[in-house]
C-alpha cells in the first residue's frame, strides 16, 4: 500500500481523495484545535497531530515515520505574503510571514518522500513578478527533487465550482502526468438540487445542513438585485456604506458555483432566499454527506472553504499512484 503524510490537514480534503485512492495516512497535522476535531471523527484510524508544525521537531517526525517507506508528503501552506505585495529582491521563503512554506521544505527535506505535492492559490504563480516561483523550485531542485507547476479548474474535475488552484509537484524518479479534465461539467442544482428547500434557521435531519439566518436589511438588498435594481435604488438606512450591491448574489442553478472560500454569507441559493448551509457549501466541494463537520458554525464554514475538493484529491492521487507504479516497473535509477 502507498503511503501519504498530510502537512496542514484541515477538515481532510486532501486527505479525503488520497484515502479514496487507497493511500495509507502515516501522519497528519493540523494545529487548530475545531479543525482537529473534523479530521479525527471523519479519519479516525490515521495518527493525528495536533500541534503547531513549528513545534514538530525532527527528531519527532523520524519517530512518527518510524522507519515506514513514506512515498508522498502532501499539503497547502497558508502563506500570507500573497495577499501582500511580494517584497521586490528579497526571498519569498526567508520572508516571515511565509514561515509555513519553510516548515514544509524542512519535513520534505527530513522525511525524503518520493513524491511532494503543494497546493496553493493560483496567484502563487504571477507573485513577485514569477520570483516566487522560481526560488520555489530552485529550493526543491536543491534537494534532488524534479519540480513542475500547473494550475488546475475544479470544475474540469467533476467538482461543481470554478476553483483555479496551484499544484506544485516533485518527484524524485519517474514522470508526474496531470489528470485531464472530464468532459462533464457538474453544475450548482446538480449538486444540490436534491437538499431539502429550508426556511431561515430551519433545521433539517442531514448533519451540517442548517439554513443561515439573515437579517432583514440582508434579504431586502438580494431583493433589489433579484430584481435587477442597482445600489442607489437601495434605501438609505440599508445601503451598504461600502463595498458594493454587487457582493451580493445568487446562485446560478446552471453553472458551476463561484470558488467556495470562508465565507459565503452574500451568495444566495438559486431558488431560495438564505445563503446556502454548511452542507450545501460540502457538496460544492464533493465531500460526501456522511463526512460531518465539527466546532462552531464560522470554523465549518472556514474548513469548508479551505479545503481541496477531494474529487480533485482523488484525480491528483491517481495520478501519483501511476507515477509510482512506474518507479517500480522501471527499477531504481542505477546512477
Ligand atoms: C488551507 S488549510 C488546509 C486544507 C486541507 N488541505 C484540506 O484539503 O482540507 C490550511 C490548514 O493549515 C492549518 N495551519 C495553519 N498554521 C499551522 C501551523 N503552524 N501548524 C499546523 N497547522 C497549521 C490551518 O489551521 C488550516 O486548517
Do not use: W
Not at 472560500?261 to 438564505?274: A, P, S, V
Amino acid at each position: 500500500m502507498k503511503t501519504y503524510i498530510d502537512l496542514f490537514a484541515g477538515a481532510g480534503g486532501m486527505s479525503l481523495g488520497f484515502e479514496m485512492a487507497n493511500f495509507k495516512n502515516i501522519f497528519a497535522i493540523e494545529y487548530d484545535k475545531e479543525i482537529a476535531q473534523t479530521y479525527a471523527r471523519n479519519f479516525p484510524k490515521n495518527k493525528l497531530i495536533i500541534k503547531d508544525i513549528q513545534k514538530f521537531t525532527n527528531q519527532e517526525i523520524i519517530e512518527c515515520i518510524d522507519g515506514i517507506d513514506v512515498d508522498v508528503i502532501v499539503g497547502g501552506p497558508p502563506c500570507q505574503g500573497f495577499s501582500l505585495a511580494g517584497r521586490i529582491g528579497r526571498s519569498f521563503i526567508e520572508d516571515d510571514r511565509n514561515y509555513l512554506f519553510k516548515e514544509f521544505l524542512r519535513v520534505v527535506k527530513v522525511v525524503k518522500p518520493k513524491i511532494f505535492i503543494i497546493e496553493n492559490v493560483a496567484r502563487m504563480l504571477s507573485h513577485n513578478k514569477g520570483e516566487t516561483m522560481k526560488e520555489i523550485i530552485s529550493r526543491f531542485t536543491k534537494l534532488g527533487y524534479s519540480v513542475q507547476y500547473k494550475i488546475l479548474q475544479a470544475s474540469d474535475y467533476g467538482v461543481p465550482q470554478k476553483r483555479r488552484r496551484i499544484f506544485i509537484v516533485g518527484t524524485t524518479e519517474g514522470s508526474f502526468n496531470y489528470p485531464l479534465p472530464n468532459q462533464k461539467i457538474v453544475t450548482v442544482k446538480e449538486a444540490i438540487g436534491d437538499l431539502p428547500f429550508l426556511k431561515s434557521g430551519n433545521v433539517s435531519d442531514i448533519p451540517n445542513h442548517i439554513a443561515m439566518k439573515h437579517t432583514e436589511q440582508m434579504l431586502t438588498k438580494m431583493s433589489y438585485i433579484k430584481n435587477g435594481g442597482n445600489r442607489s435604488q437601495i434605501p438609505e438606512e440599508i445601503r451598504p456604506k461600502t463595498g458594493d450591491i454587487r457582493k451580493y448574489i445568487r446562485y446560478s442553478s446552471e453553472k458551476p458555483s463561484v470558488t467556495v472560500t470562508g465565507d459565503m454569507r452574500k451568495i444566495f441559493h438559486y431558488e431560495q432566499n438564505r445563503a446556502l448551509t454548511a452542507r450545501e457549501l460540502a457538496r460544492l466541494q464533493t465531500f460526501p454527506d456522511t463526512f460531518i463537520f465539527e466546532g462552531k458554525s464560522i470554523s465549518i464554514q472556514q474548513q469548508i472553504g479551505n479545503a481541496v475538493p477531494p474529487l480533485l484529491s482523488y484525480a491528483i492521487a491517481k495520478k501519483v499512484k501511476e507515477s509510482l507504479r512506474e518507479v517500480i516497473l522501471n527499477g531504481p535509477t542505477v546512477s
